[in-house]
């Protein structure tokens, strides 16, 4: 390998964290291919902290709507002040062990596993993550009741974005 061909790399590294920050990317993967059996497997990814501060974007826009409805109500304000909270930071908050797509349902048209108001048991499959084309079941960490579902049918998520709430 020659030391121009280094520099060349490291020149491409450097652009491809570069495009990572232009573009609000988590990761990028690429794969180079000098000719048979030369080969440069590149992977840029941010580190977890910006990944964890990505959940709470997902997850205020699912409570600012739910609360609007039940607001008139007479306990709109316990109501209201339990929704303002951080789900992620509810003890019963079921994470997202990985970054991909949550799907509600085990396939498309299908009834969803489980509903708000729902029992469940501790490992019962509660939805499922795709990611890098394998389906993930995700279990119940718990045994309890579905209180609220954060994400929708085909949400992308990122690593310990909250999914549900089970009490």
């Known amino acids: 390998m020659s030391?121009?061909?280094?520099?060349?790399?490291?020149?491409?590294?450097?652009?491809?964290?570069?495009?990572?920050?232009q573009n609000e990317l988590t990761e990028i993967s690429v794969k180079r291919e000098y000719g048979e059996n030369d080969t440069l497997n590149v992977k840029v990814a941010k580190q977890s902290q910006v990944v964890?501060?990505?959940?709470?974007?997902?997850?205020?826009?699912?409570?600012?709507?739910?609360?609007?409805?039940?607001?008139?109500?007479?306990?709109?304000a316990p109501a209201a002040a339990a929704a303002s909270a951080d789900p992620a930071d509810h003890p019963?908050?079921?994470?997202?062990?990985?970054?991909?797509?949550?799907?509600?349902?085990?396939?498309p048209g299908a009834d969803p596993f489980v509903a708000v108001g729902q029992q469940?048991?501790?490992?019962?499959?509660?939805?499922?993550?795709?990611?890098m084309k394998t389906m993930n079941h995700i279990p119940a960490p718990a045994s309890g009741v579905v209180k609220r579902i954060l994400v929708t049918d085909g949400t992308p998520v990122e690593y310990g974005a909250p999914l549900m709430i089970i009490e």
């Open 3 to 21: 030391k121009d061909h280094i520099t060349s790399d490291v020149a491409f590294i450097k652009a491809l964290a570069e495009l990572l920050n």
């Open 52 to 76: 964890q501060a990505a959940p709470v974007s997902y997850a205020a826009p699912a409570h600012s709507a739910a609360p609007a409805p039940s607001a008139p109500a007479a306990s709109a």
């Open 92 to 107: 019963g908050a079921v994470a997202s062990p990985m970054v991909g797509t949550a799907y509600l349902a085990p396939e």
């Open 120 to 131: 469940v048991s501790a490992g019962q499959t509660v939805l499922i993550i795709e990611a």
